[in-house]
């Protein structure tokens, strides 16, 4: 039976390399993406090999329009991938209003309503998956990251939560806490200030963006069968 699994900013780093490791397990994929069309075309033709469903949308999850285009485009679904995320780095107390409304509207209410509308639709499977990618900041928190820091904590609590809430409807959500991958998302520091992160890092490096792929994927199978509710740290050993 075909399996389908929602993708959420698949036109990233972490996402692209998601689907990728998806498609290789037979998943077919609705892939979403905001601004980036061209990202998005180069990861279809990338994914044309496999022969799979891959069904492309485009929505600004950071508003309520754009949540309702992509659900309104979601029919049968197993698994939901919600990888999308925006960064800012500054004083907290510099921070725009309309910044901390966009964070929390993209990294915590719109993976609530998405969750919340296809739940219905997760639990007519025997088996159904929920990953979210959070941060190493939203278990830890960071200085001058203190918008991001909030949301990601946000989205750990919310899975703890929920995980306990539909556990015997068949439907795991866990979560991954990434540390410093090296994505566009890392173009916010100079080549010294990266050096200088590496350095933290008990492994001496960045992550990979197909690492994350990886540990989402395991959580999607059934090596992870009695695991929901959970926080997987994938981060070097950075924070413990």
Request: net charge negative; aromatic share 8%.
């Amino acid at each position: 039976m075909k399996k389908y699994a929602l993708i959420t900013g698949a036109s990233g780093g972490i996402g692209s390399e998601t689907a990728h490791t998806m498609a290789k397990e037979g998943w077919n994929l609705y892939l979403h993406y905001n601004h980036n069309k061209e990202a998005m075309e180069r990861l279809l033709a990338e994914l044309s090999i496999y022969n799979l469903e891959l069904i492309p949308i485009q929505a600004d999850l950071s508003t309520d329009s754009g949540i309702d285009k992509l659900l309104n485009n979601i029919f049968h679904i197993d698994a939901i991938c919600y990888v999308s995320g925006i960064s800012h780095y500054g004083l907290f107390v510099d921070t725009d209003d309309q910044i901390i409304e966009k964070m929390w509207k993209i990294h915590v209410h719109a993976p609530m309503v998405i969750i919340k509308k296809l739940l219905p639709k997760l639990m007519k499977n025997e088996q159904s998956y929920v990953v979210l990618v959070s941060s190493i900041w939203g278990q830890t928190g960071a200085s001058c990251e203190v918008i991001y820091s909030t949301a990601k904590g946000a989205q750990i609590s919310f899975v703890k939560a929920l995980s306990k809430e539909v556990a015997q409807s068949g439907v795991r959500i866990n979560a991954v806490a990434p540390g410093a991958v090296n994505t566009q998302m890392m173009g916010i520091f100079s080549e010294d200030e990266k050096i200088a992160l590496e350095e933290e890092i008990p492994m001496g490096r960045l992550a990979n963006p197909c690492e994350i792929a990886e540990t989402i994927q395991f959580l999607l199978s059934e090596k992870a069968s009695y695991i929901t509710g959970q926080v997987l740290a994938v981060n070097g050993g950075w924070y413990t």
